[in-house]
């Protein structure tokens, strides 16, 4: 058998005084391509006549599939329709091809929908690629992980369910399970989006002179699931903590909108955070009434350890 290569190489530096004939080129691709063997195996009632008539699609389809065994990678796919493969099949005694996506192509499609419904502001790249499969899991995360694995099982639109409050130490590991949860999710066809906090709290306070942040402020209101990853990390004023975090949750427990958190604070240190004004005044109602709107929709977990970003 030869190298379909060989084939491919021979077509490619022919000048056209020297190109093959039709009859050479359909023999050469006979004995080169164990596509084409393999089609002609399924279907010993196609002649030689019918593989001449339909020359040009045979040769498209070889090519494709050729390409395909020695795939440059999606972006570099010299295939006639990028991502995609002729194959051949037989219609009305007649050889035919339908172009079907290639495996890579199907793997860009299906991340590219769990992107849309996994939504994210400032989350890193890691997070956002995080699942439960790749998560090392041990006695310190076990019962969030069981948790967050439980929360996506239960989840229902609509339907009332509480949250989740993971706090701990730097680099434990909470906000790659939240990523993973928002994974999950996205498999299950349910959006959700994960907010980096400090950095959206930062774009809040720019976009205030020309009130762009409304459009904002009803993304979060309204996401089937909110994560608000790293809370209490944030520079707090009372406009942030009233007018946005207040209303945020206010919003969502009213529609019985599910808002899960992560934090390095328990509950007592973001309340004292949150109490912290202007001035350095001291607002302990106005923190308490943020805390009521947190403390009664999540479950809370601590996750201690080590830190998992540390390098040796």
């Given at each position: ?67 395909c ?40 499609e ?5 992107r ?82 400090p ?43 009233d ?15 599910p ?54």
């Amino acid at each position: 058998m030869e190298p379909i290569s060989q084939f491919m190489d021979e077509l490619a530096k022919r000048r056209p005084k020297q190109l093959l004939s039709l009859d050479e080129q359909l023999d050469k691709m006979m004995r080169s391509s164990a596509y084409l063997k393999n089609f002609q195996q399924a279907n010993p009632e196609m002649t030689r006549e019918d593989y001449l008539r339909s020359l040009s699609t045979v040769y498209e389809a070889v090519k494709d599939h050729y390409w395909c065994q020695n795939c440059p990678g999606l972006k570099e796919c010299p295939n006639l329709v990028k991502g995609h493969v002729a194959k051949l099949d037989v219609q009305n005694e007649q050889i035919v091809s339908a172009i079907s996506p290639c495996a890579k192509q199907m793997a860009y499609e299906e991340e590219t929908k769990t992107r849309k419904l996994m939504r994210s502001y400032y989350v890193s790249e890691e997070t956002f690629q995080a699942s439960f499969e790749s998560m090392n899991i041990d006695d310190v995360n076990r019962s969030a992980v069981a948790a967050a694995m439980r929360f996506c099982r239960e989840y229902q639109v609509g339907e009332k369910i509480k949250g989740l409050y993971l706090h701990g130490p730097f680099g434990v590991g909470k906000s790659y399970l939240m990523g993973a949860l928002a994974r999950e999710l996205s498999n299950r066809g349910v959006a959700s989006l994960m907010v980096y906090v400090p950095d959206f709290i930062r774009e809040m306070k720019d976009s205030i002179a020309d009130r762009s942040y409304t459009n904002k402020l009803q993304l979060l209101q309204e996401v089937p699931v909110l994560i608000l990853d790293d809370i209490g990390a944030e520079s707090l004023t009372p406009w942030i903590r009233d007018e946005v975090l207040g209303v945020i949750l206010n919003q969502r427990i009213n529609n019985h909108l599910p808002t899960l958190f992560t934090s390095n604070y328990s509950f007592e240190e973001l309340e004292e955070h949150l109490s912290i004004s202007n001035g350095n005044r001291i607002e302990v109602t106005k923190a308490r009434r943020i805390m009521e709107r947190i403390h009664h929709f999540v479950e809370v977990y601590l996750i201690e350890g080590d830190n998992r970003r540390k390098y040796d």
